[in-house]
């Protein structure tokens, strides 16, 4: 069966210092690949979503970016975090080879910057 | 353009008692459509989702839902309310010809359910 591993589960951090946040997924080859930062508990923004290695979408202009070197392997980055960029990131995967397209989340990433 | 509402931020129900959540949609074609469950920091569970074939999903946990095209809507629904059910729950959208995989999710609803 599919999981979808995140790190680390929590993380504070001072403004002006840089982020990394990864995901990665085991039991399946060539998933869709989705960030999303969901503020106050409420709604999901998509960031970022990847069809293949190398091949990065952006959804909204942002002090973010994301890359995915690996097939499995979705990587959130800053090179310098801002306080707005607090908030909940949850990475997930979808099976490009089924129509239905199901997106499985993964247990998420709280940041809180300082 | 694709949307989802979902008209109410908080749902209360006595345990027991049937429950509704609600979610409308907005695509330029056909959708497919999703509710998933989000329980505290942590991430978002699927329940069921509408694809095509019989309006009437059943999903996960007793939850069911019921595609109504006339009405664009897609309301979750459970026959009798645990409280245990207490989260958040989150109404998606694609339309199926959009070939950039996206879905839209709604503000989300939190279900409140009382002993």
């Known amino acids: 069966s599919q999981t979808i591993h995140q790190w680390p589960a929590t993380l504070v951090q001072p403004v002006g210092s840089p982020l990394s946040l990864e995901c990665t997924v085991e039991g399946t080859s060539n998933p869709n690949l989705y960030w999303y930062r969901q503020a106050a508990g409420r709604g999901l923004q998509l960031l970022f979503y990847s069809v293949g290695i190398g091949q990065i979408s952006s959804e909204v202009p942002q002090n973010l970016s994301a890359s995915r070197p690996q097939d499995r392997q979705f990587i959130l980055s800053s090179k310098k975090l801002l306080l707005s960029d607090s908030g909940f990131y949850l990475c997930?995967?979808?099976?490009?080879?089924?129509?239905?397209?199901?997106?499985?989340f993964g247990p998420g990433t709280r940041l809180l910057v300082l | 353009a694709q949307s989802v509402a979902q008209p109410e931020d908080q749902v209360n129900v006595a345990e027991g008692n049937p429950l509704t959540v609600k979610c409308t949609y907005s695509v330029s074609g056909n959708p497919y459509l999703f509710w998933y469950v989000q329980y505290p920091n942590r991430g978002l569970q699927f329940l069921l989702k509408?694809?095509?074939?019989?309006?009437l999903v059943k999903g996960s946990y007793g939850f069911e839902a019921e595609f109504n095209k006339s009405q664009t809507s897609f309301h979750l629904k459970k026959p009798s309310a645990l409280v245990s059910d207490s989260a958040l729950y989150f109404c998606a959208v694609r339309d199926i010809r959009d070939s950039s995989y996206k879905l839209i999710f709604g503000s989300g609803t939190r279900l409140l359910v009382r002993p």
């Open positions: 997930a995967w979808s099976d490009i080879a089924s129509p239905q397209e199901t997106q499985y």
């Open positions: 509408y694809i095509t074939g019989d309006n």
